[in-house]
């Protein structure tokens, strides 16, 4: 094809690879793109900060496994979307962050907004690619978008000088798409898997991010029915296997009330489906020491990290698991092994209930100021369709909600993942509604974290997305403030206080509607005010500041004080 400008065989080679959605704040070295792609079929959602429209992107691609696309301009436009691109990286989301930069012809004339921007942000991607021949722009988003998505997904970074995308491509250009297929899968240790199982009495699988990206779902379901061995859900993998099925019990992080604890620690063998030994399982000390391990990873160099691994396998999720079930139903020993293992469900069904039970009297505390389980609880169980969305952010709001969202199915589900960074709740709520609509959508957060990107209040209202906001207002940096009281004695103050703001006046005057919660017999009827007001709406829930969440107390003892 012929192009008169690098900006229109971007437009064209972003079409080309099916992106409908561009997440973007604007700047003039992005005009020669804008411009081309202005009345196409391209949707732009525009954000009042960098950071949100690339949380939106990763929202974009943990929603539906495909790259999110976000464009951001030159220098501080760049230095903006940094924080979220490293969050992408750590929880291996497929995004695609395209930036502007200061001409080829004008780096080290100190020309505005002119800075190295690849050495910056290559630690934080699966890998930076700088273009700066128009006609090889096609090409290079190609390759960002077959980076982005094969083997481990992951966020890529494409810069684009202003003048490259200004001037006419030499020739005609060609638009390559290149789809790769990385359902790759080890037999032979299929096969020694299925021998470690059937000699175990006490096996547990732990699905994660990796059977979300590779939809392994269908084939855990069928897998777990077929033996009888039971499965705890991690990361983006929570909800691959819902929570309601009998055999699955929930998630496996070691603070939420479960049996989570309790099967790590009486496991025999335990599989890792796509999950990673890091610091939410105590980086594998929550498991069995003398557990035959096994780990599969479609990236060969996370397996073993923290401990050593019995049965390594690389291999996508999925595959591996079909692969186990054709071994299942070839041998026939299905039902043996559901006998089995009979004793250890009914161990576990034990364990879950005890756990469950320690929680009841904070998930039904009718004490004020609320008790943020007691929130938490009713928001789970308002959010009661299989296909809602429950979105959350913030220290001790994520532990809350984390420690008692009933998965009913996957990619229902954002936190902020291993890295932890606040911030990108509103943008991730936004984002969700975006793609769902017809979806009911409910951020879940503390007061703190809504501070990072508050105007993404006004970009709900303005563009018509009735998101549900419903805050764990406890006057202040929660996690911190109680975990310098576990560690200190006191909470230091001037730097924990954030004291009492009506953020809900604030989206009232914005266009949404707010409501402020202040007796637990209050939230749901804001909750049912809320959504049916088919606004966007903010719920400020005063929470007690005085509740420390497991989240502190684990803070306080991983080596945050010396």
């Known amino acids: 094809m012929e192009f008169k400008s690098g900006g229109e065989a971007t437009a064209h080679a972003l079409l080309a690879h099916g992106v409908d ?64 691109i490293a969050s992408a990286f750590m929880a291996a989301t497929p995004l695609v962050l395209i930036s ?31 273009c700066h021949h128009p006609e090889r722009i096609p090409e290079f988003i190609d390759l960002a978008f077959r980076e982005a998505s094969s083997g481990r997904p992951g966020p890529v970074y494409l810069e684009l000088p202003v003048d490259v995308l200004s001037a006419e491509p030499n020739g005609d250009v060609a638009i390559p798409i290149t ?11 299929a096969r020694e898997l299925m021998d470690l199982l059937n000699q175990a009495e006490k096996p547990v699988l732990v699905a994660g991010s990796g059977a979300w990206y590779s939809d392994a779902g269908e084939e855990l379901s069928r897998f777990i029915a077929a033996t009888g061995i039971p499965i705890f859900t991690a990361a983006n993998g929570r909800g691959v296997v819902p929570d309601t099925d009998p055999l699955c019990f929930g998630g496996v992080l070691a603070i939420r ?11 025999d063998l335990v599989i890792l489906l796509g999950t990673r030994l890091n610091l939410f399982c105590m980086f594998g000390e929550t498991y069995n020491p003398d557990a035959k391990m096994v780990q599969v990873d479609i990236k060969a160099e996370e397996i073993g990290r923290n401990r050593p691994i019995d049965l390594p396998i690389v291999s996508d999720v ?10 299942v139903e070839t041998t026939g020993n ?73 998965m009913r199915q996957a990619g229902h589900y954002l936190d902020y993942g291993l890295f932890g960074s606040l911030g990108g709740g509103i943008p991730y709520a936004n984002a969700a509604k975006l793609l769902y609509p017809d979806k009911r959508v409910l951020l879940f957060t503390g007061d703190g ?29 929660g996690m911190i403030r109680h975990s310098q009281v576990v560690k200190l004695g006191h909470a230091i103050e ?63 003892n991983v080596g945050a004080y010396k």
Request: charged share 25%; proline share 6%; hydrophobic share 40%.
């Open 21 to 84: 959605t561009i997440f973007t704040l604007s700047g003039g070295h992005l005009n020669p793109i804008y411009v081309h792609l202005e009345n196409t079929k391209m949707r732009f959602f525009d954000t009042r900060h960098e950071q949100a429209a690339v949380w939106m992107a990763e929202a974009y691609g943990r929603l539906t496994r495909r790259p999110g696309v976000a464009l951001v301009t030159a220098g501080p436009g760049f230095t903006n979307a940094l924080t979220p």
């Open 100 to 130: 502007g930069c200061v001409g080829v012809r004008m780096i080290e004339k100190l020309d505005l907004q002119d800075m190295r921007q690849a050495p910056v942000i290559e630690p934080m991607v699966k890998k930076a690619f700088i």
């Open 179 to 189: 789809r790769v297929d990385s359902q790759v899968v080890d037999r032979a240790k």
């Open 257 to 267: 009330p479960g049996a989570g604890m309790h099967a790590g620690l009486s496991a």
């Open 318 to 327: 999925r595959a591996l698991v079909s692969e186990l079930c054709e071994i």
């Open 334 to 406: 299905g039902d043996a092994l559901r006998d089995r293992f009979s004793p250890w469900i009914e161990e576990l069904g034990r364990a879950h209930d005890e756990g469950v039970a320690t929680a009841e009297p904070d998930w039904r505390s009718t004490s004020t100021p609320i008790h943020p389980m007691r929130l938490a609880k009713d928001v789970d169980e308002f959010m009661d369709r299989e296909d809602d969305i429950v979105v959350t952010d913030g220290g001790d709001a994520t532990t809350w909600i984390g420690m008692t969202r009933t």
């Open 449 to 477: 974290s809504l501070g990072f990107n508050f105007m993404e209040f006004e970009r709900a209202v303005s563009k018509g997305l009735p998101i549900v906001v419903i805050i764990s207002n406890d006057l202040g940096w």
């Open 494 to 556: 001037p730097v924990t206080e954030l004291g009492r703001i009506d953020y809900h006046s604030f989206v009232e005057s914005m266009g949404g509607v707010g409501y402020l919660v202040e007796d637990p017999d209050q939230i749901r009827p804001a909750l049912e005010k809320a959504f049916a007001s088919g606004k966007t709406a903010c719920i400020n829930v005063m929470t007690d500041p005085s509740t420390i969440s497991p989240g502190s107390i684990a803070l306080a």
